[in-house]
């Protein structure tokens, strides 16, 4: 095949591929050529809270399995002693109201 010839049939590949290209970026919209369609507000805004809270979640510094196990165990001792007092003070005022009502 000659230089001219493969030249030209390149050139009409390259044009082909372009009209192709072409044809399908410039999708009519309601009529109009090249209208661009924007993604709406509200799914940017949802996409986006989610996009931040995934970099936040990558940022945060997690326990060891230890310290849990160490925090899990105050919670708990903390929770019974706060327990344990107002249990107290609901039985002292029980009794000190039935001596002094009856």
């Not at 044009?15 to 009519?28: A, E, F, G, N, Q």
């Not at 970099?55 to 196990?69: D, I, M, Y």
């Not at 708990?76 to 005022?93: E, H, K």
Request: hydrophobic share 45%; proline share 4%.
């Amino acid at each position: 095949m000659p230089v001219a010839q493969e030249k030209a049939t390149q050139s009409e590949k390259q044009s082909t591929k372009k009209s192709l290209l072409k044809r399908r970026i410039d999708v009519p919209v309601k009529g109009r050529f090249g209208k661009t369609v924007r993604t709406p507000q509200w799914l940017r805004t949802f996409g986006g809270y989610f996009t931040g809270a995934w970099r936040e979640l990558r940022e945060v510094r997690w326990p060891t399995r230890r310290a849990t196990w160490v925090l899990t165990l105050a919670v708990i001792v903390f929770t019974s002693l706060l327990t344990g007092f107002i249990l107290a003070l609901d039985f002292g005022f029980e009794q000190l109201f039935k001596r002094i009502l009856l």
